[in-house]
């Protein structure tokens, strides 16, 4: 079944001016942060008033973005091949050179661990920054994706979906028919959602 276009209202309960196209976006789990990335590799912070706490700039764009549980520390990655982590008054807590572009990005519902997708590979890494494992894909990942503390680790790249479990061994790896672009995951690992070059969202089981 085809779906029915849906119209924007212009009435929005904010809106902020960004420095430049905005290619990633977050909020926190409580709803009242809001983090984003745009492609001059700016990272900023705001409230769900549309307060912006802080902006940072980073060397280049930005291609993942997310807000750890606590709501106040943004985690991002992008073309510089960096993984940083900021804290709420939007300093460097701590920063990772990943060696490659980043091209996606997830936290786990409980904010222990970081899953990004390289332009090979997807990788583990500690709420500290610590590199916990590495998976080759030999594939951009454009989508990832994390259940609860890590227990499954979802990603896409091209038309190829793969699911790792939490010590970053493949469980299954599964080609579609067209290529995808995104992946999600449901908090207890119950739910992957995929989308891609179809048109169509798919909801699949943890077997794919």
Not at 27 to 32: A, Q, T, V
Not at 107 to 130: K, L
């Amino acid at each position: 079944m085809n779906g029915l276009p849906i119209s924007m209202s212009s009435n929005s309960a904010f809106k902020i001016n960004a420095s430049d196209s905005v290619i990633c976006i977050a909020s926190s789990e409580d709803g009242n942060k809001i983090a984003f990335g745009d492609r001059s590799g700016n990272v900023s912070l705001a409230t769900k008033e549309g307060e912006v706490l802080w902006e940072k700039k980073i060397d280049e764009g930005i291609y993942g973005v997310a807000i750890m549980k606590d709501g106040n520390r943004v985690v991002c990655g992008g073309k510089d091949c960096k993984l940083r982590m900021f804290n709420s008054l939007g300093n460097v807590e701590w920063d990772v050179n990943v060696g490659k572009s980043i091209w996606s990005l997830s936290v786990d519902p409980n904010g222990q661990v970081i899953v990004v997708g390289t332009g090979d590979s997807i990788a583990i890494y500690a709420e500290g920054g610590a590199k916990l494992w590495e998976y080759e894909t030999s594939r951009a990942m454009v989508g990832v994706g994390v259940s609860r503390n890590g227990t499954n680790v979802v990603g896409c790249g091209d038309e190829f979906l793969y699911c790792l479990d939490s010590e970053g061994n493949l469980l299954w790896k599964k080609q579609r028919s067209d290529a995808l672009w995104d992946v999600n995951i449901e908090k207890d690992g119950n739910v992957i959602i995929i989308g891609g070059w179809d048109c169509n969202v798919h909801s699949l089981d943890l077997h794919g």
